[in-house]
């Protein structure tokens, strides 16, 4: 086997591999048809090759290189010279001349190109026992992908024993009896060793076997040897990339030289040999700008790296380049390619700064404004939107020196919006003029400097409005005396009006005055005042009167401001002292019995204290019985004058008198209690509730209240047992208007008169439906009833459901009405001769009598007339 497509000086388009072998293994009585292979390894051409033979007569070609024995060839008549083989490319037409060398072989005899194995020989007289190798057998090299013909012998395995007897070889292992079983097979006569199919170096790149030999016993003759065939590698495998796209990255404007990214790609071939090693190449860059090879790679690592300059993402944001690779070390002729694609993209970098739409912009705001947009600044900016090569910054570099304008960033548009931060006073500036420069989050890309059009002019128009008018100063303070008479002028407390260009008259008036002391003339603003001031008053606060106006311009819309006015009271001796406590209490023995007592002055020193103490003249008691005695400038100390006074309350009229300039006096009373103490000098509880000003009209009014109560509750007593009493008379009669089954009885009666049908048939109702609600009234009653106080008590039938207590009820009921006087012409029993219907009550004939009532004598209603007389044949006749 020779592999001659390495040999790249060698058969540039053709390679043949030619061997001539006798398929029977002699050549000796060769028939017509047997066959010399020509076996071939296109390197790549795929044209149309057409084969001669230079012996046309004995032997032929086939358009596949096999060469066939055209007639029976004996030994004597093989060409002694070696026979010629043209192959011709009808495309080209280009040649290629090889030979085929024939000889004489026969069956028993091995082909001088099979390769020959021997066991090595050892001691036959020793027993069997494995022997060290001396030597170590080649493997053997069996290309992948053969094209056969199959069996193709390998090498032949013989052992010295042969000679003398007969012996059988066979061969173990992955591919012979072990799976994949049937690849390798041996003759077990001859021994040789032959390859049944095509071997896959990518599927199993060796084999390894081990060859026996045993007699026709089956014994070991020959110790086991091992036979390695490796399989040597074609180039079958086309390079295969890891992915199908590859996607990198690369920054505009990089320099030449700059890594970009790597593309790998695999190949089953051996990478050892030529077969398995790959070159990468370029095929293709689109698109072609700024020049068709803007990248380049390393041919054997795959390395893509820029190899110029000119990367710009605002020209070309993209390139797809088709990478190739090879095998056969990147050989066109031979290797085997495969292609894959490479995006890559172009990322941005600041190298565009933000240019402004215009070179000026105008807005205008009213005065006085603040957080208001009064101008949109636009720029465009070529980089890549919302990064922070695209997004501007807006700085202020002049036009504004007190800060009253700023210039954020709408975050969406990437507009510049200017607003007023601070107010602006028509009145000191109409116009401002600034100067904005725009720049991105971050800086430029070192060379690139900032054009003109980074920076823009904003012309701002200040709107005048109507002010508030402003009272200056605010608040305003003065000082005055209290005691100041009414219609004095204090001050004029007017207002200003900013806006110096607009002509408006400003008129004031009162917002806020508590004690309503001031009044403010609405044309001048001129204080006057209406009522005494008076520094003691609840509504001076640390002697501090606090008043509110407000001013009105005569703008449309109108305009107003306020202002404060704070009068500062300065006091006078208008207040005359007084004596604190007002009230105390002493024990009627003055030991001790002393009180401490001090003034109140509502006005400040020196018009208050120290205070003169002295008791009043009148009545003349108060001498003789207190004394005062003076502590100090502010205290003073009353206290018994004899050794005892009887309990009770005593007014002392006590003189006081400030410090002033034009002191004052008054007399104040100081109510004093005397009472009984105890053994710790305190009044009792008695006097101490006298002390606490529980006087005598207060303990009648408590006394009344109690009383009051009483006879509330008295009276509700009464009526109840009223109540009680008239339930009881009317338990035994119903309104017979509240009774329909009245209506009844008043047909065909022939008994005692009108009166006589005039009956009470409450009592025969059923127990449980007799209820409180049912009682009848207060003040009604029969025509024939008498006054309820004098009537006699009829029995309260009981509430019991049991039918039988309304005989013992009626028996009762009977008694009663015999008792009463002013009972009724007829007799009670008349009412059960209305029984109703269902009535628990049961039949009136269980009344004294048995349930057949023949133990009693009825004859006697044969004298009750004849209406009876119906009733003495029922129950008085006989059985018949």
Same mark, same amino acid.
């Given at each position: 086997?020779?592999d001659l497509?390495?040999?790249?000086e060698?058969?540039?388009?053709?390679?043949?591999?030619?061997?001539?072998?006798?398929?029977?293994?002699?050549?000796?009585?060769?028939?017509?048809?047997?066959?010399?292979?020509?076996?071939?390894?296109? #390197?790549?051409?795929?044209?149309?090759?057409?084969?001669?033979?230079?012996?046309?007569?004995?032997?032929?070609?086939?358009?596949?290189?096999?060469?066939?024995?055209?007639?029976?060839?004996?030994? +004597?008549?093989l $060409?002694?010279?070696?026979?010629?083989?043209?192959?011709?490319?009808?495309?080209?037409?280009?040649?290629?001349?090889?030979?085929?060398?024939?000889?004489?072989?026969t069956?028993?005899?091995? @082909?001088?190109?099979?390769?020959? &194995?021997?066991?090595?020989?050892?001691?036959?007289?020793?027993?069997?026992?494995?022997?060290?190798?001396?030597?170590?057998?080649?493997?053997?090299?069996v290309?992948?992908?053969?094209?056969?013909?199959?069996?193709?012998?390998?090498?032949?395995?013989?052992?010295?024993?042969?000679?003398?007897?007969?012996?059988?070889?066979?061969?173990?292992?992955? %591919?012979?009896?072990?799976?994949?079983?049937?690849?390798?097979?041996?003759?077990?006569?001859?021994?040789e060793?032959?390859?049944?199919?095509?071997?896959?170096?990518?599927?199993?790149?060796?084999?390894?076997?081990?060859?026996?030999?045993?007699?026709?016993n089956?014994?070991?003759?020959?110790?086991?040897?091992?036979?390695?065939?490796?399989?040597?590698?074609?180039?079958?495998?086309?390079p295969?990339?890891?992915?199908?796209?590859?996607? %990198?990255?690369?920054?505009?404007?990089?320099?030449?030289?700059?890594?970009?990214?790597?593309?790998? @790609?695999?190949? *089953?071939?051996?990478?050892?040999?030529?077969?398995?090693?790959?070159?990468?190449?370029?095929? +293709?860059q689109?698109?072609?700008?700024?020049?068709s090879?803007?990248f380049?790679?390393?041919?054997?690592?795959?390395?893509?790296?820029?190899?110029?300059?000119?990367?710009?993402?605002?020209?070309?944001p993209q390139?797809?380049?088709?990478?190739?690779?090879t095998?056969m070390?990147?050989?066109?002729?031979?290797?085997?390619?495969?292609?894959?694609?490479?995006?890559?993209?172009?990322?941005?970098?600041?190298?565009?700064?933000?240019?402004?739409?215009?070179?000026?912009?105008?807005?205008?705001?009213?005065?006085?404004?603040?957080?208001?947009?009064?101008?949109?600044?636009?720029?465009?900016?070529?980089?890549?939107?919302?990064?922070?090569?695209?997004?501007?910054?807006?700085?202020?570099?002049?036009?504004?020196?007190?800060?009253?304008?700023?210039?954020?960033?709408d975050?969406?548009t990437?507009?510049?919006?200017?607003?007023?931060?601070?107010?602006?006073?028509?009145?000191?500036?109409?116009?401002?003029?600034?100067?904005?420069?725009?720049?991105n989050?971050?800086?430029?890309?070192?060379?690139?400097? +900032?054009?003109?059009?980074?920076t !823009?002019?904003?012309?701002?128009?200040?709107?005048?409005?109507?002010?508030?008018?402003?009272?200056?100063p605010?608040?305003?303070?003065?000082?005055?005396?209290?005691?100041?008479?009414?219609?004095?002028?204090?001050?004029?407390?007017? !207002?200003?009006?900013?806006?110096?260009?607009?002509?408006?008259?400003?008129?004031?008036?009162?917002?806020?005055?508590?004690?309503?002391w001031?009044?403010?003339?609405?044309?001048?603003?001129?204080?006057?005042?209406?009522?005494?001031?008076?520094?003691?008053?609840?509504?001076?606060?640390?002697?501090?009167?606090?008043?509110?106006?407000?001013a009105?311009?005569?703008?449309?819309?109108?305009?107003?401001?306020t202002?404060?006015?704070?009068i500062?009271?300065?006091?006078i001796?208008?207040?005359?002292?007084?004596?604190?406590? /007002?009230?105390?209490?002493i024990?009627?023995?003055?030991? $001790?019995?002393?009180?401490n007592?001090?003034?109140l002055?509502?006005?400040?020193?020196?018009?208050?204290? $120290?205070?003169?103490?002295?008791?009043?003249?009148?009545?003349?008691?108060v001498?003789?019985?207190?004394?005062?005695?003076?502590?100090?400038?502010?205290?003073?100390?009353v206290?018994?004058?004899?050794?005892?006074?009887?309990?009770?309350?005593?007014?002392?009229?006590?003189?006081?008198?400030d410090?002033?300039?034009?002191? =004052?006096?008054?007399?104040?009373?100081?109510?004093?209690?005397? #009472?009984?103490?105890?053994i710790?000098g305190d009044?009792?509880?008695?006097?101490?509730?006298?002390?606490?000003?529980?006087g005598? %009209?207060?303990?009648? +009014?408590?006394?009344?209240?109690?009383?009051?109560?009483?006879?509330?509750?008295?009276?509700?007593?009464?009526?109840?047992?009223?109540?009680?009493?008239?339930?009881?008379?009317?338990?035994?009669?119903?309104?017979?208007?509240?009774?329909?089954r009245?209506? &009844?009885? *008043?047909?065909?009666?022939? %008994?005692g008169?009108?009166?006589d049908?005039?009956?009470?048939?409450?009592?025969?109702?059923?127990?449980?439906?007799?209820?409180?609600?049912?009682?009848?009234?207060?003040?009604?009653?029969?025509?024939?009833?008498?006054?309820?106080?004098?009537?006699? /008590?009829?029995? =309260?039938?009981? !509430?019991?459901?049991?039918?039988?207590?309304?005989?013992?009820?009626?028996?009762?009921?009977? *008694?009663?009405?015999?008792?009463?006087?002013?009972?009724?012409?007829?007799?009670?029993?008349?009412?059960?001769?209305?029984?109703?219907?269902g @009535?628990?009550?049961?039949?009136?004939?269980?009344?004294?009598?048995?349930?057949?009532?023949?133990?009693?004598?009825?004859?006697?209603?044969?004298?009750?007339g004849?209406?009876?007389?119906?009733?003495?044949?029922?129950?008085?006749g006989?059985?018949?």
């Amino acid at each position: 086997h020779c592999d001659l497509c390495g040999w790249r000086e060698f058969l540039p388009f053709l390679l043949f591999l030619l061997c001539a072998i006798n398929t029977k293994g002699e050549w000796g009585g060769a028939y017509p048809h047997n066959r010399i292979t020509m076996r071939f390894i296109s #390197c790549g051409r795929g044209g149309l090759v057409q084969f001669e033979c230079s012996n046309p007569s004995d032997f032929r070609i086939d358009a596949y290189g096999v060469v066939y024995a055209a007639r029976t060839l004996q030994h +004597s008549v093989l $060409p002694a010279s070696p026979l010629q083989i043209k192959a011709s490319d009808t495309t080209t037409q280009q040649q290629w001349v090889t030979q085929v060398r024939l000889t004489p072989s026969t069956r028993s005899v091995m @082909s001088k190109d099979v390769k020959e &194995i021997a066991f090595p020989s050892r001691n036959t007289d020793s027993q069997l026992k494995r022997m060290k190798r001396d030597w170590v057998i080649p493997p053997i090299n069996v290309p992948e992908n053969s094209r056969g013909p199959f069996p193709q012998e390998l090498v032949r395995i013989r052992s010295d024993h042969d000679k003398n007897r007969s012996l059988r070889y066979s061969v173990t292992g992955p %591919g012979a009896d072990q799976p994949p079983t049937g690849i390798f097979i041996i003759d077990p006569i001859s021994g040789e060793l032959s390859v049944n199919k095509p071997l896959d170096r990518e599927h199993i790149p060796n084999f390894h076997l081990r060859a026996h030999a045993v007699d026709l016993n089956g014994n070991q003759v020959e110790n086991p040897i091992d036979i390695v065939i490796n399989v040597i590698d074609m180039n079958d495998n086309r390079p295969e990339f890891t992915h199908q796209i590859w996607n %990198g990255t690369v920054p505009e404007g990089s320099k030449p030289g700059t890594f970009v990214m790597t593309v790998t @790609s695999v190949d *089953k071939d051996d990478p050892k040999t030529a077969n398995g090693m790959l070159r990468y190449k370029i095929l +293709s860059q689109n698109p072609e700008s700024p020049t068709s090879n803007m990248f380049t790679i390393n041919n054997k690592t795959g390395g893509i790296i820029t190899v110029a300059a000119g990367l710009d993402r605002e020209k070309v944001p993209q390139y797809t380049l088709i990478i190739q690779a090879t095998d056969m070390e990147g050989n066109p002729m031979y290797g085997l390619s495969n292609t894959a694609t490479a995006v890559i993209r172009v990322t941005d970098i600041n190298d565009n700064p933000p240019e402004f739409t215009a070179e000026t912009f105008f807005g205008e705001v009213p005065e006085n404004r603040v957080n208001v947009i009064v101008a949109n600044l636009t720029v465009t900016d070529k980089d890549q939107p919302n990064t922070p090569a695209w997004n501007a910054v807006y700085k202020i570099t002049g036009g504004d020196p007190t800060g009253r304008f700023s210039v954020p960033t709408d975050p969406t548009t990437n507009e510049g919006l200017v607003t007023v931060v601070k107010p602006i006073d028509y009145e000191i500036s109409r116009t401002y003029v600034l100067t904005v420069e725009a720049r991105n989050e971050v800086p430029l890309a070192r060379g690139i400097h +900032s054009p003109r059009q980074s920076t !823009a002019t904003v012309s701002i128009r200040v709107i005048d409005v109507n002010e508030s008018p402003y009272f200056e100063p605010n608040p305003k303070l003065i000082k005055l005396e209290e005691g100041m008479i009414p219609e004095t002028t204090l001050t004029t407390f007017t !207002a200003q009006d900013p806006d110096r260009f607009m002509q408006q008259t400003i008129r004031y008036s009162k917002l806020s005055d508590p004690a309503n002391w001031l009044r403010i003339d609405p044309n001048t603003g001129r204080i006057t005042t209406t009522a005494v001031l008076d520094r003691e008053s609840p509504f001076v606060k640390n002697s501090l009167y606090n008043a509110t106006f407000l001013a009105s311009d005569s703008g449309v819309p109108p305009a107003s401001g306020t202002g404060t006015l704070q009068i500062f009271l300065l006091d006078i001796n208008d207040n005359a002292p007084k004596v604190f406590p /007002q009230e105390a209490e002493i024990c009627e023995k003055p030991e $001790p019995n002393a009180i401490n007592i001090t003034a109140l002055d509502g006005d400040l020193n020196p018009n208050a204290g $120290p205070f003169a103490f002295e008791l009043a003249h009148r009545p003349s008691d108060v001498r003789r019985n207190w004394t005062i005695t003076r502590i100090s400038g502010d205290y003073a100390q009353v206290s018994l004058k004899i050794g005892f006074l009887e309990s009770g309350i005593y007014e002392i009229p006590i003189i006081i008198t400030d410090s002033g300039n034009l002191p =004052m006096s008054n007399t104040s009373y100081l109510r004093i209690k005397v #009472c009984q103490c105890d053994i710790n000098g305190d009044c009792t509880d008695q006097q101490h509730i006298m002390a606490a000003g529980l006087g005598t %009209g207060a303990i009648i +009014s408590i006394l009344l209240c109690i009383i009051i109560l009483l006879i509330l509750v008295l009276m509700f007593v009464v009526w109840m047992k009223r109540r009680d009493k008239e339930r009881q008379a009317k338990q035994l009669l119903i309104d017979p208007e509240d009774d329909v089954r009245d209506n &009844i009885l *008043k047909y065909d009666e022939e %008994g005692g008169g009108e009166e006589d049908q005039d009956y009470d048939l409450s009592q025969l109702q059923q127990p449980d439906t007799i209820e409180p609600d049912a009682i009848k009234p207060v003040g009604i009653r029969r025509l024939d009833e008498r006054p309820l106080h004098p009537e006699p /008590q009829y029995p =309260m039938r009981s !509430a019991a459901p049991h039918p039988g207590d309304i005989g013992d009820f009626i028996n009762e009921g009977l *008694k009663a009405a015999d008792n009463d006087p002013t009972a009724p012409p007829y007799d009670s029993l008349l009412v059960f001769d209305y029984e109703g219907s269902g @009535s628990t009550a049961g039949s009136l004939s269980s009344l004294n009598s048995s349930s057949s009532g023949g133990d009693q004598d009825y004859d006697y209603l044969n004298d009750w007339g004849p209406r009876f007389r119906k009733l003495a044949d029922m129950y008085g006749g006989s059985d018949d």
